[in-house]
Every structure is written in C-alpha cells, then in structure tokens.
C-alpha cells in the first residue's frame, strides 16, 4: 500500500540525492576542473599482435 507518507518519504530521497550529486559535481575539486596527468612510458606491450 502506497501512502501519502511513503509519496513525501519518497520525494524527500529524491530530492536529497539530487541535490548531494549536483553540490558534488559543481565544487572546485571536480574532475571536470582538475585533469588527471598521466605519465606516457614507453611500453613494449602490444594488443595489435594478439
């Protein structure tokens, strides 16, 4: 049985998670911001010959 409660429960969730995701996304510590360097080594392992 689906309530008034378990509709407002539900909607609050909702809108929490969306709401952490979104302060998370737009924080200066982003991953959009902030690229990863990654090192080139020089590498004798080829897929191509398998």
């Given at each position: 049985?689906?309530?008034?409660?378990?509709?407002?429960?539900?909607?609050v969730l909702l809108i929490g998670?969306?709401?952490?995701?979104?302060?998370?996304?737009?924080?200066?510590?982003?991953?959009?911001?902030?690229?990863?360097?990654?090192?080139?080594?020089?590498?004798?392992?080829?897929?191509?010959?398998?």
């Amino acid at each position: 049985m689906f309530t008034a409660y378990h509709a407002i429960m539900f909607a609050v969730l909702l809108i929490g998670g969306a709401g952490v995701i979104f302060q998370a996304s737009s924080g200066d510590d982003s991953l959009a911001n902030n690229t990863i360097p990654v090192k080139t080594t020089e590498s004798k392992f080829d897929l191509n010959t398998y």
